[in-house]
Structure formats: structure tokens, C-alpha cells
């Protein structure tokens, strides 16, 4: 393919001097930073977080599936680009990706962190870093803020904040700090968020569910479990009434994939008909999955069922994404698939697929 797509979900590799150097001082000792163990190689450490973060998968893209791992990496062997704006040009041009909605790898982990002030620093050195490095590549790099949610009010002084530093939308991690997003307390927060026009993100493996890693037989059948925790999500605003109740609210489901939404568009529909009353279910004025084709938008890699199944989805809710710099990644062969995923497609339904929807969603000018 000639054309140039926009990548809904791409990520950063924090480097390893981004919290010492741009937390607030009082956090800095206590703040997360690299190590390097000689069986595991360079891991991030989180104060406060059992689990620590091998780096040999955040930035695995273009490797062979057998070389796979999650130890042995030093930063020194990944890819620049995940820190490096010039040499992040590169990486797009490679790819043909005109552009990128820039995601955290480490601050994904961080969303499950005990300590609502420790994270709420965390996400806010994180930002800071992240304006200065989107800085470096404007028009083609446009970063997605971490902000916390402790509460509502809070949430909504961290949705002003990110506005005001020229950030397009947010990222919220899968677990608020205060009941759940479906309760009343966070209309303020939604309304904010139309007035702002800042779509509210939520990607996987952010939820406390993910963070338990526990799963059945074999461990690869995990894998298969992480878009659960974002149905949950979806489900809780959609049967929470958020969507009824603030139907200009932007939710982007990120790295979900999107062939499944077919047939949960059925579930919830079947659920709500059928069960609604003793499940105790709000009346809603519209089917639940009307809801879903209004207000949720999905980003997604190579799956061949979300290109297949289009006219069964709001197309204008479709959002490409090449995940670079993840093992997940389809970066460097990203025109090559999409040749063949957009062989079908009318001029139209590519151009939304891949450009348009992204562009429109984000106020992006390229």
C-alpha cells in the first residue's frame, strides 16, 4: 500500500532516568527505576508493587515469534524510537504510518498501584516526560496522559490539566479510586469531559483483574483473557446509564481487538430484553448495543474478524493500530497486512478505518 495510515495505539519504552528526572523531588527517592539482574536483564522496579517489569517484551516488535522472551533485554538493544523522537520518524516511516496515539508500557502496570499519591506522581512525571517527547515529532506523535481518578473532583482537575499541556484525550486506568465509573459522582467528570472534548481511553491490562494474573491450564490460555477487564468497562457505562445520561461521552477501548463486538452487541441486547428485571437493570431509551455503536470506539491490530465483519460495527468507530513498539506489534510489516486486510474495502471504509476515524476522534490536523 501508498497510503498512510494513523496508528490508534502505539507505545512508548520509558527510559530508564524518565521518573527520577521528572517526578516531584519528594517522590524521587522512592521513585521507580532500572535495574540490572544479571539471569533477567534490565526490569523496572516499583515501589510498593510486588511484580517487576522485564522490558524484553515492551519493545519486541519485528522479532521472530521463537525469539520471544521476557528476559535478557537491556535498553541499550531496543528500539530508539521508544524514547527517541528521531529516531521514532524512522520507525513510521518504515511502517508508513503518517502518525501515532501514543500509549505508556510501564505506566500501564502502574495503574494498579496501592498508593493513590505514589501513582497520582508517578502519572504526573510521566506526563511531563511525555509532552517534552511528543514535543520532538509534532503532527506525527500525539501522547495519551495517565491521569488517576482517585476521585471524581480530582479527576476532573487532572482532565483540565492534560487539556491545558495540549493532550487530546486521556487515559484512565481500568479501576477508579472511588465506587465505580457508572456512579452518579463521576457525571460531573463526564461532563467535563464532553465540554473538554477528551475522549476517555481505557486500555488493557489496566484493571485489577489483570493485575491478579490468574488464569487456567496453560499459561498461554491467559493471553486470551485481557480483553475482559475493557467488556467489563463497556458494560459497566453502558448498563450504568453513563452513556443514556451523557450521550456526547467518548469511550476508546484500546487494544481490545474489535471482532468480538459483534456478538457482544448481541449479548448485551439479549441480556437487556430478556433479563433486564431480575438483573435489575435501568430502563434505557435506546437497545444497549445502539449505545455501544454510538459511544465506544475500538482500536485493533491484525485481526482479520473486525475487517471481515465491518458491516456488522459502526465503521466509524473503527481505529487501526500497528502497537509498535510492542511484541504485539505488526510494525515493520504493517502496509504489507493491511494490503491484504483493505483488499475488499471500498475507498471509503479504508480511508475511515485507517485515517479518518483516528483524525476526527482526536482533533488531528495532518
Same mark, same amino acid.
Given at each position: ?35 540490572? %539482574? ?11 508493587? !510486588? ?11 519485528? &522479532? ?9 533485554? !537491556? ?23 503518517? @502518525?501515532?496515539?501514543? =500509549? ?8 494498579? #498501584? ?65 465506587? %465505580? ?7 460531573? *467528570? ?6 473538554? /472534548? ?24 491467559? *493471553? ?21 445520561? #451523557? ?16 456478538? =457482544? &452487541? ?24 445502539? *449505545?455501544?455503536?454510538? /459511544? ?9 474478524? @473486525? ?25 515493520? /510489516? ?6 491484504? #486486510? ?19 476522534? =482526536?482533533?488531528?490536523?495532518?
Amino acid at each position: 500500500m501508498t497510503f498512510k495510515a494513523i496508528s490508534a495505539d502505539s507505545h512508548v519504552t520509558e527510559p530508564p532516568n524518565l521518573y527520577l528526572d521528572f517526578i516531584d523531588p519528594k517522590f524521587r527517592d522512592r521513585a521507580p527505576h532500572v535495574i540490572r %539482574d544479571p539471569n533477567r536483564g534490565d526490569i523496572f522496579v516499583i515501589e510498593g508493587m !510486588k511484580s517487576t517489569i522485564p522490558i524484553s517484551l515492551v519493545a519486541a516488535a519485528g &522479532k521472530d515469534p521463537s525469539e520471544l522472551k521476557t528476559t535478557g533485554g !537491556k535498553f541499550e538493544e531496543l528500539h530508539r524510537g521508544g524514547w527517541d523522537p528521531v529516531a521514532r520518524k524512522a520507525d513510521q516511516d518504515t511502517d508508513g504510518v503518517a @502518525a501515532e496515539i501514543i =500509549y505508556p508500557s510501564v505506566g500501564m502496570m502502574i495503574c494498579n #498501584h496501592p498508593d493513590p499519591d505514589y501513582k497520582r506522581a508517578c502519572f504526573d512525571a510521566y506526563n511531563r516526560w511525555l509532552e517534552e517527547f511528543c514535543g520532538g515529532l509534532p503532527d506525527r506523535l500525539f501522547g495519551m496522559p495517565q491521569i488517576t481518578m482517585n476521585t471524581p473532583d480530582e479527576g476532573i482537575e487532572e482532565l483540565r490539566k492534560a487539556k491545558a499541556m495540549g493532550f487530546r484525550g486521556v487515559m484512565l486506568p481500568g479501576d477508579p479510586g472511588h465506587e %465505580d465509573y457508572h456512579h452518579p459522582d463521576y457525571d460531573a *467528570f463526564y461532563e467535563a469531559a464532553v465540554d473538554l /472534548n477528551m475522549p476517555l481511553c481505557f486500555h488493557i491490562l489496566t484493571s485489577r483483574r489483570d493485575a491478579q494474573k490468574t488464569f487456567r491450564g496453560p499459561k498461554i490460555n491467559a *493471553f486470551l483473557s485481557v480483553i475482559r477487564s475493557n467488556q467489563d468497562i463497556i458494560g459497566t457505562f453502558i448498563f450504568g446509564g453513563v452513556f443514556e445520561r #451523557h450521550p456526547k461521552l467518548k469511550l476508546v477501548c484500546v487494544e481490545a481487538d474489535a471482532g468480538w463486538a459483534v456478538h =457482544y &452487541k448481541y449479548r448485551i441486547d439479549h441480556a437487556y430484553k430478556r433479563h433486564r428485571y431480575w438483573l435489575q437493570c435501568d430502563e434505557l431509551s435506546m437497545l444497549p448495543s445502539e *449505545f455501544f455503536d454510538r /459511544n465506544v470506539y475500538m482500536t485493533f491490530q491484525d485481526d482479520w474478524s @473486525a475487517f471481515k465483519l465491518r458491516g456488522h460495527l459502526n465503521i466509524e468507530r473503527l481505529l487501526w493500530a500497528n502497537d509498535f513498539p510492542h511484541s504485539d506489534a505488526t510494525w515493520p /510489516n504493517s502496509q504489507e497486512l493491511l494490503a491484504l #486486510h483493505t483488499a475488499d474495502m471500498t475507498d471509503w471504509e479504508r480511508d475511515r478505518i485507517l485515517f479518518e476515524n483516528t483524525a476526527e476522534l =482526536y482533533g488531528l490536523k495532518i
